[in-house]
């Protein structure tokens, strides 16, 4: 479990995962949450490459089964590839935020119909990701990301990222063990 105090909380995600496919919906569940309000580049799919796999499409349609209400939160500008996309995964989606401003979570949250405290925000990223969900009150989880290519404003964000992350604890799965 990573360590929650002092000004480094907003930074610190609620837990820690190698990739969506180690989300333990159980762990979503004992928390009560109802919506999933999710990052698209490098946390759902490699960095500008909008193809469904069958094993993402199945992740959602799992969700979705399980009566989770989804979004797709991007700062990616608006594209026919990531609407076919969100269309293909049958998720909500906005498109051109400018994470981590909290507008657009709370737009977020209107199309998802969840409160703050019943809704994670999941994400690549401390910066944007974590902190902006955060700062309105969600659940965060950060993942690892998909592959190496990032817009190259990103790559320095990652330098800042290593010395927020070198203060937390191993990464978690997001943890059975903490209920
Ligand atoms: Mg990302």
Same mark, same amino acid.
């Given at each position: /479990? ?18 969506? !496919? ?27 490459? !909008?193809? +469904? ?50 507008? !657009? ?24 990701? +974590? ?7 969600? !659940? ?16 320095? /964000? ?5 010395? +927020? ?15």
């Amino acid at each position: /479990m990573v360590s929650q105090h002092g000004p480094l909380r907003l930074l610190t995600p609620s837990c820690r995962v190698k990739s969506i !496919y180690d989300i333990d919906f159980q762990w979503l569940r004992a928390r009560n949450i109802q919506g999933v309000i999710s990052d698209l580049d490098n946390t759902l799919v490699p960095w500008r490459d !909008y193809c +469904v796999a069958r094993e993402l499409k199945d992740w959602f349609g799992k969700l979705h089964r399980e009566g989770f209400r989804t979004v797709i939160l991007t700062n990616a500008k608006p594209a026919p590839t990531i609407e076919k996309l969100a269309s293909e995964l049958e998720t909500s989606l906005i498109v051109g935020a400018r994470k981590p401003a909290v507008r !657009y979570f709370r737009h977020a949250l209107e199309l998802l119909g969840t409160q703050p405290r019943f809704t994670c925000v999941i994400g690549d990223q401390i910066f944007t990701d +974590v902190l902006g969900g955060n700062l309105v009150g969600c !659940y965060t989880i950060l993942v690892d990301r998909i592959g190496n290519r990032e817009f190259i404003g990103t790559r320095f /964000m990652r330098l800042l990222e290593k010395i +927020v992350l070198s203060r937390f604890d191993e990464r978690s799965s997001c943890p059975p063990n903490d209920p």
